[in-house]
Structures are given as C-alpha cells and as structure tokens.
C-alpha cells in the first residue's frame, strides 16, 4: 500500500510541475517584404523601410489614417477617431541585405504593427496577437505600389497616391519595340 501511496505522490508531483510550465508572452517578428512598383515590374525586395508597433488593448481597432500619419508614426483608434497614439512601444530594425528584412520585438499580447515603405510612397498595417512561448515568426509582406490598396496574410497595405505615374524599377523590363545591345 505504501507503495501505491509513494507512485501516486510521484504522479501528482511530474503533473503539477507540467501544469505550472513558465510561458513567455513575446516574440521576434521577422518580415520579408517584397514590392512591384508597376504592374510589368517583377516583385522585387523592398529598399527602404520603416517598422514600427504599438502594444494596443484586446478588441481595439486602428489604423494609419494618412500617408502623414504613417511618417510621423501615428495610429488612430478607428472606433474613437480623436483617440490617436503617436509614441510608438517598439521601433524595428531594417536590414535591406537580410532575407528578412525587417524585424520587431513584440512582447505585448496585442500589437498593432506599421511597415512604411518610404521609396514607393506606401505602407501596411496589421494588428496582431502575439503568441506564447513562440521564439521567432517568420513572415512574408507583399506590396504592390500600383494597386490602391489590397490585404493579405493579415496585413493591410495603402497606396495613398494611386494615381501618381510610377516607373519600372526594373532595368531589364525592355518592349517590343526595343532592341538590347
């Protein structure tokens, strides 16, 4: 019997201490972000970007409201417009030479994330819920500089200026009418 006693206070023990596993709330976001200035242009990684986050409360709606606002790094709470953030509670890190360019630090369990992609005039958004005990998440942003504005995997991105002419970025893009010499 005492046998019995001494396994089943072992058992409860083993599950106790796995019931009680520290989690960690945070993780490192690392993004890909890919751009197409022009509809004939290839998708291209991005050059010059800006990251920034804002740790938000659970069910809260933003977004960047204007080009201005993203520049200047300010959000605005869609369910009360005159409520704004503007001091930013991580700024990211760019490395154009990274397969992931860009990486952010987010440690609060909702984050609203802000990438600007200042050579094509345009940015997304997306608000995010950040994982447990979750290390690293890698992902992917596509921004297409010729479309007004689109969504995928999570992100939301804004052309502001649709209407502006842009150029091929790419120099290898020649028309029929062209010869390569």
Same mark, same amino acid.
């Given at each position: 019997?005492?046998?019995?006693?001494?396994?089943?206070?072992?058992?409860?023990?083993?599950?106790?201490?796995?019931?009680?596993?520290? +989690?960690? /709330?945070?993780? !490192?976001?690392?993004?890909?972000?890919? &751009?197409?200035?022009?509809?004939? #242009?290839?998708?291209? $990684?991005?050059?010059?970007?800006?990251?920034?986050?804002?740790?938000?409360?659970?069910?809260?709606?933003?977004?960047?409201?204007?080009?201005?606002?993203?520049?200047?790094?300010?959000?605005?709470?869609?369910?009360?417009?005159?409520?704004?953030?503007?001091?930013?509670?991580?700024?990211?890190?760019?490395?154009?030479?990274? +397969?992931? /360019?860009?990486? !952010?630090?987010?440690?609060?369990?909702? &984050?609203?994330?802000?990438?600007? #992609?200042?050579?094509? $005039?345009?940015?997304?958004?997306?608000?995010?819920?950040?994982?447990?005990?979750?290390?690293?998440?890698?992902?992917?942003?596509?921004?297409?500089?010729?479309?007004?504005?689109?969504?995928?995997?999570?992100?939301?991105?804004?052309?502001?200026?649709?209407?502006?002419?842009?150029?091929?970025?790419?120099?290898?893009?020649?028309?029929?009418?062209?010869?390569?010499?």
């Amino acid at each position: 019997m005492r046998k019995f006693r001494y396994i089943a206070i072992v058992l409860i023990a083993i599950v106790a201490t796995a019931c009680f596993k520290d +989690e960690k /709330q945070g993780t !490192l976001m690392r993004i890909a972000v890919y &751009t197409q200035n022009t509809e004939e #242009d290839t998708v291209i $990684k991005a050059t010059d970007l800006e990251c920034y986050a804002f740790w938000v409360k659970k069910g809260s709606k933003w977004e960047v409201s204007t080009w201005e606002d993203a520049l200047a790094h300010r959000i605005t709470n869609t369910d009360r417009p005159a409520e704004q953030l503007s001091e930013p509670d991580e700024m990211g890190d760019f490395d154009p030479e990274a +397969e992931y /360019q860009v990486a !952010l630090e987010l440690w609060s369990e909702h &984050t609203f994330a802000v990438i600007v #992609d200042k050579a094509n $005039k345009v940015y997304a958004y997306r608000l995010y819920e950040t994982p447990m005990n979750l290390p690293e998440v890698l992902t992917q942003l596509h921004i297409y500089a010729w479309r007004k504005s689109g969504s995928a995997n999570g992100w939301t991105y804004i052309n502001p200026f649709p209407d502006e002419a842009r150029e091929p970025v790419n120099s290898d893009t020649t028309t029929e009418n062209e010869t390569v010499e």
